[in-house]
């Protein structure tokens, strides 16, 4: 039988303190690359150390003392062009618990509103030795340039309509926590599909763990040829629920021409808004996620986000937790040593 929201949760805080051991009992296993770019392009061990190593670091934030002496002496740089308040603050707090020192920069506080490009303010940052920079920009492959620009690692906290991937760890996380295995579970992910980097790139990842992906939106939310991702599409919300085990609503995404998609708000909820009715149609026991900012009354009812099915707040707490871990990969034992080691 499955476990319940309270049991999960009771499981997760009861977990031992302890010192941070990986998989594979050592502290020097790591990423493949400097970089976190995305999800396409990492392969399923990447996925699981990322997923395990956060695992382990949980129960930091559980402590007393919240912090941990991991990075101490690292400097990890947060540069948000386009607002944040979950993923802004989640990797401030994970830098901070792992002893790093941490700078944010906005864009209302960077050079860039005096006309400097992003080459520019990367080379400059650049010059004063960071260990880590932390991107989110409207423009997909922003992160990629400052990667190929820069020494320092780099990781995207989402490009434009491209890719987040630490969200999509942290959603893999939640799902883990809850569901035990991804592998075989029916994943509905509905909403502004078109514009969004969290589809994307939990996509990737759900496929990559072994999930069966299951996309609705109408027609105008649905990239064409969406299927060559190895999804099952539907223009109607009410088949995609039928049988899942995971319902993940998304946000539309006006910023990025999600406006000109749909007639009203109310006329999109009354045809894809995640009621309590449409909700009965998955499984008894399914979780329902979103990535947040959420819309109540477009694209989830009230009462279903804060109903016994919802983990979002679960999934905020395990962004910490991924968080840690990328950079604790990254910057700790990872790749950015190994680059080091091969200069
Ligand atoms: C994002 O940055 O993509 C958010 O986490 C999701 C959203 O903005 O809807």
Request: glycine share 10%; charged share 35%; proline share 6%.
């Given at each position: 039988m499955a476990e319940t929201r309270e049991a999960v949760a009771g499981r997760m805080n009861d977990e031992p303190a302890g010192e941070l051991v990986l998989p594979n009992g050592q502290t020097t296993e790591s990423l493949?690359?400097?970089?976190?770019?995305?999800?396409?392009?990492?392969?399923v061990e990447e996925i699981r150390l990322i997923l395990e190593t956060a695992q382990h670091l949980k129960e930091i934030s559980r402590?007393?003392?919240?912090?941990?002496?991991?990075?101490?002496g690292k400097s990890v740089i947060n540069l948000f062009f386009e607002p944040s308040t979950r993923t802004r603050t989640s990797f401030e707090i994970a830098a901070k618990r792992l002893s790093a020192d941490t700078q944010s920069i906005s864009a209302s506080t960077s050079a860039v509103v005096k006309g400097e490009t992003l080459i520019d303010t990367a080379r400059n940052i650049e010059a004063m030795f960071p260990d880590l920079l932390v991107i989110r920009h409207a423009c997909p492959g922003a992160a990629k340039i400052l990667a190929d620009t820069c020494s320092a690692g780099v990781i995207n906290a989402g490009d434009g309509a491209h890719e987040h991937p630490t969200q999509a760890l942290l959603d893999a996380l939640t799902i883990r926590d809850f569901k035990?295995?991804?592998?075989?579970l029916r994943v509905v992910i509905f909403g502004?599909?078109?514009?969004s980097r969290v589809a994307r790139s939990n996509i990737h990842c759900l496929r990559k763990l072994g999930a069966d992906v299951v996309v609705a939106a109408p027609p105008t939310f649905l990239p064409y040829d969406?299927?060559?991702?190895g999804v099952e599409a539907h223009h109607r919300l009410e088949p995609a629920l039928e049988g899942a085990d995971v319902v993940m609503a998304l946000r539309i995404q006006l910023e990025r021409g999600?406006?000109?998609?749909?007639?009203s708000s109310r006329e999109y909820f009354n045809l894809f808004g995640l009621s309590r009715e449409r909700l009965?149609?998955?499984?008894?026991?399914a979780i329902v996620m979103h990535p947040g900012p959420m819309n109540r009354g477009v694209e989830i009812a009230s009462d279903v986000a804060d109903?016994?099915?919802?983990v979002i707040l679960e999934q905020v707490s395990n962004g910490l937790a991924v968080r840690m871990a990328v950079l604790y990969l990254l910057a700790g034992s990872g790749a950015a040593k190994n680059v080091e080691a091969a200069a």
């Open positions: 493949k690359h400097k970089d976190l770019l995305g999800i396409e392009h990492l392969d402590r007393a003392i919240k912090k941990v002496p991991t990075l101490r035990g295995e991804i592998e075989g502004d599909i078109a514009h969406v299927e060559a991702l999600g406006k000109l998609s749909f007639p009965a149609l998955a499984k008894e026991d109903g016994p099915s919802s």
